[in-house]
T-cell receptor, first 114, second 114 residues
């Protein structure tokens, strides 16, 4: 039983294309996140959603648009992909107010833009 | 701004020995949680240990323990009886409960020598 799943695990695409990464959690958590891990392994938060509402939006190009159809899903859509978007993208979830806010991470999606 | 600093990009330890990874943080929030995550080559982010900021007692999980110095804003991780499977990148993280903002350090790569 996968707690946080992401699809696809690998994504290779060309500059200028539009792509989406899907994330689903079956933990019943109310908060979900997107992180970007660059080639130097630095992990930066991009977005955070609580009960389908955006609560954190870090300085991220507006080519990136998260969408949360329900509490269990948080998808990431990227328009006009650029070389600098190549990274590993992690989805995570947590439950605010209990279980000490620990975040459970998905396996990551390695995006390569050529 | 919330910051997390890991001053040791790389550390190494002999198998069965003890190693301590450093982490300092800065936050203006009064209510927050601190975590150590492990990222092995598989890239899966795995929670190692958590610490509630309001608790004075240092958290312990089997061979992993923390030294939490709230006044100094220090949160180091001690790994006892190091095993080959402990080799990974370790991230320190601070999550504040007010806005749910999470900040990760830049990571420390731990090598375990047989």
């Amino acid at each position: 039983d996968t707690a946080v799943s992401q699809t696809p695990k690998y994504l290779v695409t060309q500059m200028g294309n539009d792509k989406s990464i899907k994330c689903e959690q079956n933990l019943g958590h109310d908060t979900m996140y997107w992180y970007k891990q660059d080639s130097k392994k630095f992990l930066k938060i991009m977005f955070s959603y609580n009960n389908k509402e955006l609560i954190i939006n870090e300085t991220v190009p507006n080519r990136f648009s998260p969408k949360s159809p329900d509490k269990a899903h948080l998808n990431l859509h990227i328009n006009s992909l650029e070389l600098g978007d190549s990274a590993v993208y992690f989805c995570a979830s947590s439950q605010a107010g209990r279980v000490r806010y620990e975040q459970y991470f998905g396996p990551g999606t390695r995006l390569t833009v050529t | 701004a919330q910051t997390v600093t890991q001053s040791q990009p790389e550390m190494s330890v002999q198998e069965a020995e003890t190693v301590t990874l450093s982490c300092t943080y800065d936050t203006s929030e009064s209510d927050y949680y601190l975590f150590w995550y492990k990222q092995p080559p598989s890239r899966q982010m795995i929670l190692v240990i958590r610490q509630e900021a309001y608790k004075q007692q240092n958290a312990t999980e089997n061979r992993f323990s923390v030294n939490f110095q709230k006044a100094a804003k220090s949160f180091s991780l001690k790994i006892s009886d190091s095993q080959l499977g402990d080799a990974a990148m370790y991230f320190c993280a601070c999550i504040n409960t007010n806005a749910g903002k999470s900040t990760f350090g830049d990571g420390t790569t731990l090598t375990v020598k047989p």
